[in-house]
């Protein structure tokens, strides 16, 4: 099983800075793609951003140039900056990461817990 435990969050004021992050432990051969999705109240659950594991990243149009996605391999962790908050970003959000149990095991994802983000003056 693979654990991923989520940090940061929390109340800020429009226009200031969050980081998250979200460590990945437990048994796994590779991590081939980590998420970032949100879920705001009266809205769907839509991806935030995503890296693959050769550093690709995407980005949701009404974030880029606010937010960066990137990870720290040698840790399993993954990190979303975000700048300029807004309070439209207010929502939880959620750490999604794919792994392969092994080289010729299927991807297999896992969820960790919610992190609120609350964005207001």
Known sequence: QVHL???GGGLVQ???SLRLSCAASGRFFAITAMR??????GAQRDLV???SSGDGTTYV???KGR?????DDAKNTLYLQMTSLQPDDTAVYFCNVEV???LTTGARQ?????AQVTVSS
């Open 61 to 63: 149009d009404s974030v």
């Open 100 to 102: 392969h149990a092994s």
């Open 14 to 16: 429009p226009g200031g």
């Open 49 to 51: 951003a995503a890296i």
């Open 110 to 114: 896992y969820w960790g817990q919610g």
């Open 36 to 41: 970032w999705y949100r879920h705001a109240r």
């Open 67 to 71: 937010f960066t996605v990137w990870k």
């Open 5 to 7: 435990l989520v940090s």
